[in-house]
């Protein structure tokens, strides 16, 4: 088990309704970013650097998406920013902090496994929208 994952409490992630994949314009770059909301629009997590999200993931199938295991995590990192995605069970667990190198992760949530692939299959489906107009 990745060493992160295995000291953190994950019983305490708040379980997430309405979970969403939505792409954002951003104000600086072209193209979208990309964040996890919930059904209120709250935000969950962002991928705060990855530009032309849009591009990047029109091709992409189900087999692409962010989504690792308690042993491999898909793990996406910044100087000043750590994103941690894992399924276990069926649940996905999402574990987002501004500190790579502190493990208090400030964001941390927990979808049931097929709104996380439902909400995955709109975005690409929208992605293919997006970069085709």
Request: charged share 30%.
């Amino acid at each position: 088990m990745d060493d992160i994952i295995a000291d953190l409490d994950t019983t305490g992630f708040t379980v997430v309704e309405g979970f969403a994949v939505r792409f954002f314009r951003r104000e600086s770059v072209p193209g979208h970013g990309l964040r996890f909301v919930d059904g209120d629009n709250v935000l969950l997590a962002e991928f705060s650097w990855w530009d032309n999200v849009e591009v990047t993931v029109r091709d992409w199938t189900l087999d692409d998406i962010p989504l690792g295991t308690p042993r491999e995590p898909f793990r996406e990192s910044d100087q000043c920013w750590l994103l941690l995605i894992w399924r276990e069970g069926e649940d996905v667990l999402i574990a987002e902090t501004d500190d790579p190198h502190d493990s208090v992760f400030e964001r941390r949530s927990r979808v049931p496994a097929s709104a996380y692939l439902d909400a995955w299959k709109a975005a690409l489906s929208e992605a293919r929208e997006l970069s085709d107009g």
